[in-house]
């Protein structure tokens, strides 16, 4: 699997893990189209009213929540925070035809089923987040309804190696009005703009219209005491799949030799 298909394929496999536990047979476990849960409800509201001949409960896998744990690099995993909305219609759950399992009940059963799971080649580490439970804000919903938010952070599994470019670096030549530009990512080409456009890997006539970019080869003239702006970046060996750098600008004056 694709570390890109996790985000996009998981919270299935939350539903399909719920679903094969006995626990939910009476209560619907679906996946959320949108994150206002207002409008989740009125789409599930027959869902809630039955499920299996009961009714008063269901179970909403939220969309995901990804955020970037590896700041300073392009790629690689992402802390996850899967997420349950438990919805419970306390009339209809107490009568005759009810499920007589609260929210509360449902979201600590949640926890357990979820801590027991591997997701084996989805995530690793999943764990509780902090608060694992807290009432959900449900303003918009019809009276005698409750909620309960259940939360779970994990990471990305991932065992692809990713190659990224490192950051172009100017530098003066010694004893020379000359900069220079270079990358410790073995065998990548540096393109360059010195009129503040994007440093495209390539010109115009390769598609990207306003490019003034060009190849860096040999260093460049400065004139002392003159403002100079460079925007450079680093794009892997022709052939590879290394990602390219970040854009590195600066503005130079040489004031001497």
């Known amino acids: 699997m694709q570390i890109e298909d996790i985000l996009d394929l ?11 536990d006995p626990f939910f047979d009476d209560i619907p476990v679906v996946l959320a189209v949108k994150g206002n849960v207002a409008q989740e409800y009125s789409r599930l509201r027959a869902d809630i009213e039955a499920a299996s001949g009961h009714r008063g409960v269901v179970v909403i896998v939220q969309q995901i929540i990804a955020d970037d744990i590896y700041l300073g ?5 992402m802390k996850l925070f899967p997420s349950f ?7 209809l759950n107490n009568d005759d035809s009810g499920t007589k399992k609260s929210a509360r009940k449902v979201a600590r059963h949640i926890i357990k089923n979820m801590k027991l799971a591997g997701f084996r080649d989805f995530v690793q580490g999943m764990k509780c987040a902090t608060p694992a439970i807290h009432p959900a804000d449900i303003k918009d919903l019809a009276d005698n309804v409750v909620a309960e938010q259940v939360n779970f952070e994990c990471q990305e ?6 190659l990224y470019c490192l ?5 003066q030549v010694p004893g ?26 390539g010109t115009k006539d390769d598609g990207y219209e306003g490019s003034t970019s ?19 970046a680093a794009y892997g060996p022709s052939g590879t799949d290394y990602i390219s750098s970040s854009i590195e600008r600066a503005v130079i004056t040489l004031t001497s030799l």
């Open 10 to 20: 998981l919270p299935a496999e939350l539903k399909a893990r719920l679903d094969s």
């Open 73 to 77: 690099l392009p790629g690689g995993p």
């Open 85 to 91: 909305q438990v919805i419970e219609n306390v009339e």
């Open 157 to 162: 599994f991932s065992d692809e190696q990713f």
């Open 167 to 171: 950051p172009p670096v100017f530098t």
């Open 176 to 201: 020379q009005a000359q900069i220079q530009i270079t990358t410790a990512t073995p065998g990548a080409a540096v393109w360059y703009t010195t009129d503040d456009t994007f440093p495209y890997p």
């Open 214 to 232: 060009q190849l860096y080869a040999a260093p460049l003239a400065f004139t002392l005491n003159v403002p100079q702006t460079i925007r450079a």
